[in-house]
């Protein structure tokens, strides 16, 4: 197990800043010098870790969905990958990606008085029918939208604050954690993977892999992302973590799972979830609050059912163990 570097605090797991580029080479340069790493095309075990949506927006509590509990989170996950920096081949983060004029976003729906939902406004077709919320374009393939997702028993559209807007600070790696990839590609020769989800205005992309909708109106408005499939299964042990538990992080493992039950159910067995490393959204503040949206719960639920299918739960100490 590496020591921390010497760049590296506890309390930079909530730290905004710009990320410190020359003192992170000036690590990665005396951890090669000091021959502690070795390049990751020389691994026998392929290890890769896929951080789902490590994103200022989700994980500063300044961020407009701050998930409580994502600092926390993020300094675990920091100390493991720090201190296991050498037996890590691959670093892949997803980032979360949108515009201003989203399906999910308050300036998509007007109410009858023309003001727009407010944030966390679960939208039912039956909402759009009966003109309680009307979209402000692409009327048709809005109501498809919501019947479809409704259809598929996970979701209903729920209206979320501006969030992860590109070019915008929330946008961003957490800063501490861009450090860490940083260290990682220089110290041992391996670009990180960044896989960007989530900029089609029609659909919801809460998995990394596929959005949640893949057709309107006969047209396609997304697909399943083999290639980044492919690239997460080349590897003997993939450790999954990120925000949020119940979302972002549950769709992209249930298409995984999807996908290996259509493929080869021996590789659920390469998946490691850091239950530590993750945190549900909040269920809103509804009385009586409707299961589709106990967030917490469908979390828990899901890695239930994660489990049975055969993917690892961890801890991220039981992680620290196994790689040690």
């Given at each position: 197990?590496?020591?921390?570097?010497?760049?590296?605090?506890?309390?930079?797991?909530?730290?905004?800043?710009?990320?410190?580029?020359?003192?992170?080479?000036?690590?990665?340069?005396?951890?090669?010098?000091?021959?502690?790493?070795?390049?990751?095309?020389?691994?026998?075990?392929?290890?890769?870790v896929f951080g789902?949506?490590?994103?200022?927006?989700?994980?500063?509590?300044?961020?407009?969905?701050?998930?409580?509990?994502?600092?926390?989170?993020?300094?675990?996950?920091?100390?493991?990958?720090?201190?296991?920096?050498?037996?890590?081949?691959?670093?892949?983060?997803?980032?979360?990606?949108?515009?201003?004029?989203?399906?999910?976003?308050?300036?998509?729906?007007?109410?009858?008085?023309?003001?727009?939902?407010?944030?966390?406004?679960?939208?039912?077709?039956?909402?759009?029918?009966?003109?309680?919320?009307?979209?402000?374009?692409?009327?048709?393939?809005?109501?498809?939208?919501?019947?479809?997702?409704?259809?598929?028993?996970?979701?209903?559209?729920?209206?979320?604050?501006?969030?992860?807007?590109?070019?915008?600070?929330?946008?961003?790696?957490?800063?501490?954690?861009?450090?860490?990839?940083?260290?990682?590609?220089?110290?041992?020769?391996?670009?990180?993977?960044?896989?960007?989800?989530?900029?089609?205005?029609?659909?919801?992309?809460?998995?990394?892999?596929?959005?949640?909708?893949?057709?309107?109106?006969?047209?396609?408005?997304?697909?399943?992302?083999?290639?980044?499939?492919?690239?997460?299964?080349?590897?003997?042990?993939?450790?999954?973590?990120?925000?949020a538990k119940s979302?972002?992080?549950?769709?992209?493992?249930?298409?995984?799972?999807?996908?290996?039950?259509?493929?080869?159910?021996?590789?659920?067995?390469?998946?490691?979830?850091?239950?530590?490393?993750?945190?549900?959204?909040?269920?809103?503040?509804?009385?009586?609050?409707?299961?589709?949206?106990?967030?917490?719960?469908?979390?828990?639920?899901?890695?239930?059912?994660?489990?049975?299918?055969?993917?690892?739960?961890?801890?991220?100490?039981?992680?620290?163990?196994?790689?040690?």
């Amino acid at each position: 197990m590496l020591t921390m570097p010497r760049f590296y605090s506890p309390a930079d797991a909530g730290a905004l800043r710009v990320e410190r580029v020359g003192e992170v080479a000036a690590a990665a340069r005396e951890l090669k010098k000091s021959g502690r790493v070795r390049p990751a095309s020389d691994d026998r075990e392929r290890i890769a870790v896929f951080g789902i949506d490590v994103q200022v927006g989700f994980c500063h509590p300044e961020g407009s969905l701050f998930v409580p509990g994502a600092v926390e989170d993020t300094r675990r996950v920091l100390e493991l990958l720090h201190g296991q920096l050498d037996r890590i081949t691959t670093m892949v983060f997803s980032l979360d990606t949108h515009h201003v004029h989203q399906i999910f976003h308050p300036s998509f729906w007007r109410d009858a008085n023309g003001e727009p939902p407010a944030p966390f406004t679960p939208v039912t077709s039956a909402d759009v029918k009966s003109g309680k919320w009307t979209p402000v374009r692409d009327a048709a393939a809005c109501l498809e939208y919501v019947e479809r997702l409704e259809k598929t028993g996970k979701y209903v559209l729920t209206i979320w604050p501006y969030h992860a807007l590109l070019g915008g600070v929330s946008h961003a790696l957490v800063p501490a954690v861009m450090e860490l990839a940083m260290l990682h590609a220089l110290a041992r020769d391996r670009d990180t993977v960044f896989e960007t989800k989530g900029t089609h205005a029609l659909t919801e992309n809460y998995s990394v892999l596929s959005p949640e909708v893949t057709e309107l109106g006969g047209k396609r408005v997304g697909e399943f992302n083999d290639a980044l499939f492919d690239t997460l299964m080349k590897h003997d042990r993939v450790y999954v973590f990120g925000q949020a538990k119940s979302h972002c992080v549950l769709s992209t493992l249930f298409d995984m799972r999807d996908r290996i039950e259509r493929t080869d159910r021996a590789l659920a067995k390469k998946v490691f979830i850091l239950e530590d490393a993750m945190s549900p959204v909040p269920a809103p503040p509804i009385d009586p609050l409707p299961p589709t949206l106990d967030f917490p719960r469908i979390a828990e639920r899901g890695l239930d059912e994660l489990r049975v299918f055969g993917m690892n739960v961890v801890t991220t100490k039981d992680a620290a163990a196994r790689m040690g």
